[in-house]
């Protein structure tokens, strides 16, 4: 299983960007895919997660109505849309995957990408 994340960028606050994961290896019903992100110094964060075969779908309470994930199974994308932009958005955004089940704890994912920056700041 291979992840891919990209997207990341310099935004000013209130501005918005979309974080992609593209996965690969992996039978797209049989996994979640969860956007985990670390600021500096900090834990990891789940941020949002979906359920590949049914779109079960879990955001972070400090996200909520501000961002918004999707899929396309066809082409093994999951997306992470994300508007109205905080300087506490800042943060290495990762994806991640488990077999079928979301979770908002990182220890549940088995395959993680490579990291993509967000940097929100004016």
């Known amino acids: 299983v291979q992840l891919q994340a990209s997207g990341g960028g310099l935004v000013q606050p209130g501005g918005s960007l979309t974080l992609t994961c593209a996965a690969s290896g992996l039978t797209m019903d049989h996994y979640a895919i969860g956007w985990f992100r670390q600021a500096p110094g900090k834990e990891p964060e789940g941020v949002s997660c979906i359920t590949l075969d049914d779109g079960m779908i879990f955001y972070a309470d400090s996200v909520k109505g501000r961002f918004t994930i999707s899929r396309d199974n066809a082409k093994k994308l999951v997306h992470l849309q994300m508007v109205s932009l905080r300087p506490e958005d800042t943060a290495v955004h990762f994806c991640?995957?488990?077999?079928?089940?979301?979770?908002?704890?990182?220890?549940?994912?088995?395959?993680w990408g490579q990291g993509t920056l967000v940097t929100v700041s004016s």
């Open positions: 991640a995957a488990a077999p079928y089940s979301c979770s908002g704890y990182s220890d549940h994912f088995g395959f």
